[in-house]
């Protein structure tokens, strides 16, 4: 159980251009999402916090509108990354959690490599 | 803020060898500490939780408060064991929100 994906797991796009990034929750409900960025050999930082039902609540240094996040459902969190350029060339990883989860456990997706030309 | 410290990017050990990722904290409140593991071309995943006082894989980690560490030890590596290990802390008063480590590679030679 608690499984989460997401897609594209690989995109790439064209300076300028939005990409939508989904992550779900597949065999529960995720009353709370996250989603972190990771550089090559370096640790995941927190991009934002994401609630059912409410705005997203964004790490500072994070541009909120540029990162548009959207948790529309306890199911599903999108990501959009509005007019990407290739500093935003990273790799995405989402997690979920619900109130069941045992102490804070959060259960990741497997990823979205995002390559801005 | 919270800070997760993870002093070693690389640790090399040869199988069989005692291994022990280091991990401190900053300290405040009551922290709620976690090893994550990321496999090659795997996803991250929790390995244990200072809470369970849990042994998993082998793997152990004990809660030192006195010198905000929570240190993972293996008394023997094994080559499955090489991967990607991070100390993530828990936000004191909840929220679920996660604060990492760096991250340290652990490589366990034959």
């Known amino acids: 159980g608690a499984v989460v994906s997401q897609h594209p797991s690989r995109v790439i796009c064209k300076s300028g251009t939005s990409v939508k990034i989904e992550c779900r929750s597949l065999d529960f409900q995720a009353t709370t999402m996250f989603w972190y960025r990771q550089f090559p050999k370096k640790s995941l930082m927190l991009m934002a916090t994401?609630?059912?039902?409410?705005?997203?609540?964004?790490e500072q240094g994070v541009e909120k509108d540029k990162f548009l996040i959207n948790h529309a459902s306890l199911t599903l969190s999108t990501l959009t990354v509005t007019s990407a350029h290739p500093e935003d060339s990273s790799f995405y990883i989402c997690?979920?959690?619900?109130?069941?989860?045992?102490?804070?456990?959060?259960?990741f997706g497997p990823g979205t490599r995002l390559t801005v030309l | 803020a919270q800070r997760v410290t993870q002093p070693e990017k690389l640790l090399s050990v040869f199988k069989g060898a005692p291994v022990e990722l280091k991990c401190n904290y900053s300290?405040?409140?009551?922290?709620?500490l976690f090893w994550y593991v990321q496999y090659s071309r795997q996803r991250l995943q929790l390995l244990l939780r200072h809470i369970s006082r849990e042994s998993i894989k082998g793997f152990t980690a004990d809660l030192n408060k006195g010198e905000t560490s929570f240190h993972l030890k293996k008394p023997f590596a094994q080559e499955e064991d090489s991967a990607m290990y991070y100390c993530?802390?828990?936000?004191?008063?909840?929220?679920?929100?996660?604060?990492f480590g760096t991250g340290t590679q652990l490589k366990v030679e034959l």
């Open positions: 994401s609630n059912e039902g409410s705005k997203a609540t964004y």
């Open positions: 993530a802390r828990g936000e004191t008063g909840g929220g679920n929100k996660l604060t």
């Open positions: 300290y405040s409140g009551s922290p709620e």
């Open positions: 997690s979920a959690s619900s109130p069941a989860a045992f102490y804070n456990e959060q259960f």
